[in-house]
């Protein structure tokens, strides 16, 4: 059978003929799940169309499966008819067709509710019957394997290969409802040690980025896994929650063992930034804790989500001094967003505080409606943080600062190129990736 993963893109994303790619080649990275479905359809004849770094391939498929974002769902309602005849079955699978099953059916001829490498294989042997249902949910087994194939593919970055150890929403009871792991997976499953430590051996490339929620949330597992792998000398950038500063005994490990870049999830600095801001003993306790993480010639991201009430302009000045003098390396930010049919978004929704246009909810475009400020007020807010944080003084200046820390080699590929690497994308007006 003829199979093709449709991952679409953002308008300003999308791949123009005789146009350059847009974008930082170190931020093009090919979907995971085609990757993992990849894997299981060896049989098949699978190809990867990714909007992003070329155009529709002259193929008639007997199945396309694409992944549907929720700001994206208006985009592919409208055009993936366009691309493909009724005479091709389309499945879609994601937040969208997860949350809103339905609506989903409007465009496919099947929907997959939460993991689609769950029920790949039935859905496979029905297509073969010809007989393929309108809705799959996902079961427990969850596909860990992956074909690499797919990231050598021209356009995708050349410097990193990506890596899931683990699927599932580890975020803290506050951040859950903003977590799209806690909408497409039930509950938190790890892979085995000994096929992941394999699975790690065939990487070819050097640098490994761990696409968990929270790589740390089982340290015992993670820091196993690090040591086992040693031999390999790979360099790994992760994310984790703040609470890797209640055992900082574990950052010589995570150094000794390759890691080069930690970013701290939202919790780290948490909500009610405006007043904590003003808090002297705040600010000392994460500027101590970055150089904390600096000591060991790690390089320091923090994410962060705004848009929350008591923000103004003289809260953003001061937001952007305040990382400039605790040292963060990179910034992603990102404006409060709850995800559709969660508490956090129906008491939104009953206060009347809410956009319910899903082409806004890219993370970015704000759709919470805050009392005394407008969406245009906040979004030029966000942009200047964003803009100011990635310029081209402050990431020299930051540079100055750090350098020393992080010794000469860190500083070249995992401070200056992802720096460069946010601020082309932002040059370039394509936003953050996905």
């Given at each position: 059978?003829?199979?093709?993963?449709?991952?679409?893109a953002p308008?300003?994303?999308?791949?123009?003929?005789?146009e350059a790619?847009?974008g930082s080649?170190?931020?093009?990275?090919?979907n995971?799940?085609?990757?993992?479905?990849?894997?299981?359809?060896?049989?098949e004849?699978?190809?990867?169309?990714?909007?992003?770094?070329e155009?529709?391939?002259?193929?008639?498929?007997?199945l396309?499966?694409v992944?549907?974002?929720?700001?994206?769902?208006?985009?592919?309602?409208?055009?993936?008819?366009?691309?493909?005849?009724?005479?091709?079955?389309?499945?879609?699978y994601?937040?969208?067709?997860?949350?809103f099953?339905?609506?989903?059916?409007?465009?496919?001829?099947s929907?997959?509710?939460?993991?689609?490498?769950?029920?790949?294989?039935k859905?496979?042997?029905?297509?073969?019957q010809?007989?393929?249902?309108?809705?799959?949910?996902?079961?427990?087994?969850?596909?860990f394997?992956?074909d690499?194939?797919?990231?050598?593919?021209y356009g995708?970055?050349?410097?990193l290969?990506?890596?899931?150890?683990?699927y599932g929403?580890?975020?803290?009871?506050d951040?859950?409802?903003?977590?799209y792991?806690?909408?497409?997976?039930h509950?938190?499953v790890r892979?085995?040690l000994?096929?992941?430590?394999?699975?790690i051996?065939?990487?070819?490339?050097?640098?490994?980025?761990?696409?968990?929620?929270?790589?740390?949330?089982?340290?015992?597992?993670a820091?196993?896994?690090?040591e086992?792998c040693?031999?390999?000398?790979?360099?790994?950038?992760?994310?984790?929650?703040g609470?890797?500063?209640?055992?900082?005994?574990i950052?010589?490990?995570?150094?000794?063992n390759?890691?080069?870049?930690?970013?701290?999830k939202?919790?780290?600095?948490g909500?009610?930034?405006?007043?904590?801001?003003e808090d002297?003993d705040?600010?000392?306790?994460?500027?101590?804790?970055?150089n904390l993480i600096?000591n060991?010639r790690?390089?320091?991201?923090?994410?962060?989500?705004l848009?929350?009430?008591?923000?103004?302009?003289d809260?953003?000045?001061?937001?952007?001094?305040?990382?400039?003098?605790?040292?963060i390396?990179?910034?992603e930010?990102s404006v409060?967003?709850?995800?559709?049919?969660?508490?956090?978004f129906?008491?939104?929704?009953?206060?009347?505080?809410?956009?319910?246009?899903?082409?806004?909810?890219d993370?970015?475009?704000?759709?919470?409606?805050?009392?005394?400020i407008?969406?245009?007020?906040?979004?030029?807010?966000?942009?200047?943080?964003r803009?100011?944080?990635?310029s081209?003084?402050?990431?020299?200046?930051?540079?100055i600062?750090?350098?020393?820390?992080?010794?000469?080699?860190n500083?070249?590929f995992?401070?200056?190129l992802?720096?460069?690497s946010?601020?082309?994308?932002?040059?370039?007006?394509v936003?953050?990736p996905?």
């Amino acid at each position: 059978m003829n199979i093709v993963f449709y991952n679409p893109a953002p308008t300003q994303q999308r791949f123009r003929p005789f146009e350059a790619i847009k974008g930082s080649p170190f931020f093009r990275r090919p979907n995971y799940d085609a990757m993992r479905l990849a894997y299981l359809s060896k049989r098949e004849n699978f190809l990867y169309y990714d909007e992003r770094i070329e155009e529709k391939p002259d193929l008639n498929p007997d199945l396309v499966v694409v992944y549907v974002s929720l700001n994206l769902a208006r985009y592919i309602e409208n055009i993936i008819r366009e691309k493909w005849d009724y005479g091709t079955k389309i499945i879609s699978y994601g937040p969208f067709p997860t949350l809103f099953p339905k609506e989903a059916k409007n465009f496919s001829d099947s929907v997959v509710i939460g993991d689609i490498t769950s029920v790949w294989a039935k859905i496979l042997k029905d297509l073969q019957q010809d007989k393929i249902a309108p809705r799959y949910r996902a079961r427990n087994n969850i596909q860990f394997g992956v074909d690499r194939t797919i990231e050598f593919k021209y356009g995708f970055t050349p410097l990193l290969s990506q890596l899931r150890t683990a699927y599932g929403c580890e975020c803290q009871e506050d951040e859950k409802d903003y977590c799209y792991e806690n909408i497409l997976y039930h509950k938190v499953v790890r892979t085995k040690l000994d096929e992941l430590v394999r699975a790690i051996a065939q990487i070819k490339r050097k640098v490994v980025f761990i696409l968990d929620d929270d790589f740390l949330g089982d340290p015992d597992y993670a820091l196993d896994l690090l040591e086992r792998c040693w031999k390999y000398k790979k360099m790994w950038i992760i994310q984790t929650k703040g609470k890797l500063f209640h055992s900082p005994e574990i950052l010589p490990r995570l150094r000794d063992n390759g890691v080069r870049i930690i970013y701290l999830k939202e919790d780290w600095l948490g909500r009610n930034l405006p007043e904590k801001l003003e808090d002297k003993d705040f600010v000392k306790k994460k500027s101590r804790e970055t150089n904390l993480i600096h000591n060991y010639r790690i390089t320091v991201g923090c994410k962060l989500r705004l848009g929350y009430e008591g923000e103004n302009y003289d809260f953003y000045l001061n937001l952007f001094k305040f990382l400039m003098h605790i040292r963060i390396d990179l910034i992603e930010v990102s404006v409060q967003t709850p995800i559709p049919r969660t508490p956090t978004f129906q008491k939104f929704l009953k206060a009347e505080r809410l956009v319910r246009d899903f082409t806004l909810y890219d993370q970015w475009m704000p759709v919470v409606r805050i009392p005394g400020i407008t969406p245009q007020a906040l979004y030029s807010w966000m942009e200047w943080l964003r803009d100011k944080f990635y310029s081209w003084d402050s990431i020299l200046l930051r540079n100055i600062l750090v350098s020393p820390r992080l010794g000469f080699y860190n500083t070249i590929f995992f401070y200056l190129l992802p720096n460069l690497s946010y601020r082309n994308n932002f040059l370039e007006k394509v936003g953050y990736p996905p």
